[in-house]
């Protein structure tokens, strides 16, 4: 069967592939295989069971959109749903790029930034992302944009400046973000302050870069507020640019939904609006590690697509008015855009402020939130290769070659223990069965010793936040001991408190202030030299709106399905400003349960059940003024102070230690061949 007929197939029938064994993707009847290898992946990931509802959508231009990588470029090892690596989406572009040409339609991939902090690939090197960077740079990113995780260390913000800027040349946009040029002692531009071009098929794009108002860069660097960027004469100049404009781009590790505080988009989408009211604009955000679409106005719109290879953005536009561009802005034998642009009346929390354009539209949407897996992408490959090749590409091939490579070369696999199960941070109820702070209020407990004090009761106190992801059951290595805590705090304590007084600190704690629970990663989170002009800027900002998608995410159940399941797994369910039908992959909620800001566990106590006199005290250096605040509280007359302050164990072993240590006492049952399980939600 021709590759075309495999796409006309695809498209009448709606369905979706599925996957038997390592071998062979079939179409919905059984007829045509899609690939002979459909589990290229790493040698340890697992593959997806469940597929997309049906082909993508092509327009007159569209777009593949990653953000927040951090590093996450092996792909999830453990969860079936992302198992898909970096060379399964280089295969990927390629093949998406030749269907865009043989379409005669425009496609352009931007990323916006945060490929630092969150899993080993790049936080087991030195500097971080010294390995993950190269291996990103083999895909051919069309826009690209920095995010506040290239800017908190001063190596790291060099090294973006003088060698990962320079891979994309005027693709990289910094609009507002600058850097000391150390052979000139003079601030410059990261990157470029803007790219107008022309694409293949004719569009005039004009793009900015723009980084939210970050304030917790290190001293090198700059950031220029928003506000003050647009009153820029080389911005206003730009959008009055003198040659014709199609389409604005405007990228940004930046929130898209205005109403979040830390969103600058209103402000720039603003700016153009005023001065070009009915200019198309389309923008691309990050930050907030969520699925989100947005509506401005009806030649307005915005897209944020997810985290840690989770998620791959599809946004499909036709009817761009442009007088360079000749050919049919549908695209035939394919599906088209059909939506218009309409702010939501019910919440007007994107368009809030910003000025409408002032004429009909002929722009026509579609957005689609793709699951991070090889059959998701050999899929929408359908027709970019002949039936009796394969969807590997030779690159893609040799990128998913390097990372098995460089993660041997960094110990990734070595192995801790075999967790027994899934522990979710949202999934659960706050000490539930399930529940990972339920897990490490005895891990804490068990590891958490100081020898010569062992005697003495206990209380340690933790943040939540100091957890940044689930934990999935199966093999529990050196990688996994950065993606669940990667941060590096160290355990104080103020020896012999009264039991009366210290047992109130943790609900003093959870009823204050929010603590910074998500964690701002800062250079001293990860034991980098303090150069950090201040730690206020959170890595994971609280949702400050009601769409889901943080942690409503997929689990596929099984290892062999011959057709799509009917029943759909756990995973992402998400609403934005076009409703509920984005998500690629039809899945059933993850329920989302809050937890509070700090967690205690009691170590060393009386076994006849009575309260101890007095307890040691036992808190990350992160909290210590939290915990004396507290104190100071509940104390009548207190004057603990930081003074009385000591480490309760060397400052070597901290928030990234503890849980191997745990693993290495309490999961060597079925070691060194640990089950996997489904993962997170089921």
């Not at 915005?302 to 000749?326: D, H, I, K």
């Not at 941060?487 to 009823?511: E, H, M, R």
């Not at 998500?518 to 980098?528: A, E, M, V």
């Not at 909620?589 to 509070?596: D, G, L, Y």
Request: hydrophobic content about 35%; some cysteine; glycine content about 8%.
């Amino acid at each position: 069967m021709r590759a075309s007929h495999l796409l006309a197939l695809a498209a009448a029938t709606g369905a979706s592939w599925a996957c038997e064994g390592d071998h062979s993707c079939y179409g919905p009847q059984h007829d045509v295989v899609l690939t002979r290898n459909v589990r290229r992946m790493q040698p340890d990931a697992q593959n997806a069971t469940t597929g997309p509802k049906g082909p993508l959508e092509w327009g007159q231009i569209n777009f593949l959109h990653t953000t927040d990588t951090h590093g996450w470029l092996e792909g999830h090892i453990k969860e079936q749903n992302y198992g898909a690596d970096w060379g399964d989406y280089v295969s990927f572009t390629k093949h998406m790029k030749k269907n865009a040409k043989d379409l005669g339609v425009d496609l352009l991939l931007v990323d916006t930034g945060d490929l630092h902090d969150g899993a080993g690939l790049s936080d087991a090197t030195t500097p971080n992302g010294n390995v993950s960077n190269a291996i990103f740079e083999n895909v051919d990113y069309d826009l690209l944009t920095i995010g506040n995780h290239e800017l908190y260390v001063t190596e790291i913000a060099y090294e973006t400046f003088t060698n990962f800027s320079k891979v994309y040349g005027d693709r990289y946009l910094t609009s507002n973000v600058q850097i000391i040029n150390p052979a000139t002692g003079e601030y410059e531009y990261i990157g470029a302050k803007y790219r107008y071009f022309t694409t293949e098929q004719g569009l005039r794009i004009m793009s900015f870069g723009v980084l939210f108002d970050f304030t917790g860069n290190s001293n090198v660097s700059k950031v220029i507020k928003a506000a003050d960027l647009v009153q820029e004469s080389w911005f206003k100049a730009a959008i009055n640019y003198t040659e014709p404009i199609d389409l604005f781009v405007v990228i940004g590790h930046n929130p898209v939904r205005t109403n979040v505080s830390s969103s600058t988009f209103g402000t720039v989408v603003s700016a153009i609006r005023k001065i070009k009211p009915d200019v198309p604009i389309q923008g691309f955000g990050g930050h907030t590690h969520i699925r989100d679409f947005v509506v401005y106005d009806n030649k307005a719109t915005a897209l944020e697509s997810g985290r840690y290879c989770e998620t791959l953005g599809w946004l499909a536009l036709s009817g761009v008015p442009s007088s360079n561009y000749t050919t049919d802005t549908n695209p035939k034998g394919v599906p088209n855009p059909t939506r218009s642009a309409i702010p939501p009346a019910s919440t007007g929390t994107a368009s809030a402020g910003i000025p409408s354009s002032t004429t009909p539209s002929t722009l026509r949407y579609a957005r689609r939130y793709l699951d991070w897996n090889r059959p998701t992408f050999a899929y929408h490959a359908v027709g970019s290769q002949p039936y009796t090749s394969t969807f590997d590409t030779s690159t893609g091939l040799s990128v998913t070659s390097e990372i098995t490579a460089e993660r041997a070369k960094l110990n990734l696999t070595a192995l801790y223990g075999c967790a027994p199960r899934t522990y979710c941070q949202y999934c659960k109820p706050f000490l539930s069965d399930g529940n990972i702070f339920q897990l490490l209020q005895t891990a804490l407990a068990t590891v958490v010793v100081n020898e010569s004090r062992a005697d003495n009761p206990r209380l340690i106190i933790i943040n939540t936040g100091s957890v940044r992801f689930d934990l999935a059951q199966g093999p529990f290595t050196y990688d996994d001991s950065f993606i669940v805590s990667p941060f590096t705090d160290a355990f104080q304590y103020l020896a012999d408190v009264p039991y009366d007084q210290a047992s109130k600190v943790l609900d003093i704690l959870n009823a204050g202030p929010f603590q910074k629970k998500k964690r701002d990663l800062s250079t001293s989170d990860f034991d980098f030299a303090p150069m950090l002009a201040d730690r206020d800027i959170c890595l994971d900002p609280p949702l400050t709106h009601s769409y889901e998608g943080l942690h409503h995410r997929s689990v596929p159940k099984g290892s062999l399905v011959r057709r799509q399941s009917t029943a759909p797994s756990p995973g992402y369910t998400t609403t934005d400003d076009f409703g509920t039908d984005g998500d690629d992959t039809i899945h059933s909620k993850i329920p989302n349960f809050s937890q509070p800001n700090d967690l205690q566990a009691n170590a060393s106590f009386p076994t006849d059940g009575s309260e101890p006199e007095t307890v040691d005290l036992v808190f990350l250096d992160f909290i210590a003024d939290y915990i004396i605040d507290a104190l100071n509280s509940v104390a009548v007359g207190g004057n603990f102070s930081e003074d009385e302050v000591a480490y309760y164990l060397d400052k070597s072993f901290t928030t990234n230690s503890y849980l191997p240590a745990y693993a290495k006492i309490a999961w060597q049952e079925n070691v060194p061949d640990c089950p996997v399980g489904n993962g997170i939600g089921t």
